[in-house]
């Protein structure tokens, strides 16, 4: 038992002690930098020993001379055939060494001409004659085989994604003159014919087969487009039924045509989802919502949410319920109703002029809104699928109560006292009203982060009337549109308008208060629909919603906004904004407010947070308010 205590202690000396004894062999580089240096040290990477290996003269001096090679080699890529390398081999301590490799590129080699085919029905292909013709390897400038490389994978990427399955270069040569240092391109490509999409097979027992025959945003027979698949994944996965939704493509690349089956393999989700969240806002104060959202009721595809949310300003309370159902039509369609009730506190106020901060409380009370709105939504393609517009024709019901009263007695009460009955109903009468009309959104968004790019466009038009049981009279046309738009890396601009339009009758009185006329502006149309200005999302350096008549919403609304964005950091971007406009009853007393003012961004996993400072430049003194907002502006 000794002897094998000391064999082991003398193997473990032996070991540590050649260990210690290893020869280390380091290398640098002088004479090129950039792609080029990042080569030679790549390819000369073998040559580097840290201790656990010794080194003979010849091995040593061996090493030496492969490392110029590889070091000339690396440089060939780049266009620099006739590299000269030459060595030092320092001695850095005991058994350290340093290899130096100096190297001197000399002349590059130039292309001289240079001939780019594209054959095959696509060669009229929008993407590959974008790709051809801002090919970068033209005369004049030095050959580079890695970007020859990468622009042939982008050609394939490009046919696969269009459809050009069977895509192959069927001439690809680079053809060198080492004498006098030059080089002429040829590159042909063959496209073949575009694959199409064949039929779709569902492995699924969730639902009826009906439900999810109009999904695809293609149909069969249709070009082969990679872009529609992987929508088609997200559409699936959009209609809360499944899960781990797998598309299998059988690629039938010997037909003539080509084509593509599918074979969607999907597990059916959780039935229930629950929701909720609390977060903060300058517009909204402290906020809290709950959702819970039944998946699938049925086979037949149908779908519940149910939502309540509360906001601390206004102490607003908001209870929804969304229900749809798939039609089996040949189109994508659904049924869908909308049960909703709403409560918020509002304050009636009057002003002498047009100084918001001038405002006086007269009235204040709680809006109770109880509607109901079944409606059909249909979801059209456009571009051959790649946007899609949400079309909702509607009926709404809305019960309308609220509980206006005077201000306590005192000096913000004298103008209360003053109003003619007729006025006081016109604040605080109830109403009932049925409502007919259309909505549109098209969204088109992709990116993220500072990456986020694309445009939003809204639209509605409804009307109520007294002819089928409607209180008031009253029409409503709206749209708004939002874009973004990248100009490099680190420069974006933003920009979004809306512009709002009602027909309702509005009851104009002027009133007087300690000696001023104070005029009121009272629209019948129910609060519900009524239009209000300022804000984060809206002209910024006013109040939230602090833009409108007598604080109580208006019939018109007009505003714009121009944003630019620069990005100092990778997640960090600056701000500078121009906002403008108002929400009014009387087009003739427009008065279109105006907002300046900077912010900063972050793009954070929760979504970008914006922090603006904004100069109100309409009102007295030029006041300054923070806006602080989560979340994309298209959105």
Known sequence: MKFLVRLSCCLLGIFLSTTALGDELELAVNGVEGVLLENVEARTQIFRIAGNTRLSRRRLEQMVADAELQAAAALRPFGYYDAKVSSELISTGD?????????????????????????????????????????????????????????????????????????????????????????????????????????????????????????PRFTEGQPYDEWLLEQFRLDLWRTGYFENIEVVEERRLEEVPPRVNLVLNMEERKRNTYQGGIGYGTDTGIRAQAMWTRHLLSTRGDSLDVGIGWQQVRNELQFRTNYRQPRTVAARQYWTAELAFRTQRQKFKVRPGDIVEDSVTIAEGNVYDYSFRPGWLIVRGLDEGRQQIHEHWFVEFLKETNSFSPVEPGPDAKPMARLEEEERETVSEPSENLSVGVSWDWPSVRGNGFETMGRRHRAHIFTSNTAWGSDFDFSQVYVSSAWITNWSKRWKLLLRGEVGYSNADVLERTTEADGKLIRLSVTELPYLYRFKAGGSQSVRGYGFEDLSNNNVGSNNIITGSAELEYRFLEKWSAAAFFDVGNAFNDWDRMKLRKGVGVGIRWYSIAGPIRLDVANAIDEPGNPWRIHFTIGTPLL
């Open 95 to 215: 058994r350290n060494w340093r290899i130096v490799l100096n190297v001197e590129k000399g002349p590059p080699v130039i292309i001289t001409d240079y001939e780019i085919t594209v054959t095959g029905d696509g060669r009229e292909d929008s993407g590959l004659q974008e790709w051809r013709g801002n090919w970068p390897l033209v005369t004049g400038q030095i050959i580079n085989q890695a970007t020859w490389e990468e622009l042939k994978d982008t050609a394939l990427r490009l046919c696969s994604a269009h459809g050009y399955l069977n895509a192959k270069f069927i001439q690809q040569e680079i053809r060198l003159d080492l004498v006098n240092n030059q080089a002429s391109l040829v590159l042909t490509l063959d496209t073949g014919m575009q694959a199409l999409m064949g039929t779709i097979v569902f492995n699924q027992d969730s639902v009826t087969p009906v439900v999810l025959e109009n999904l």
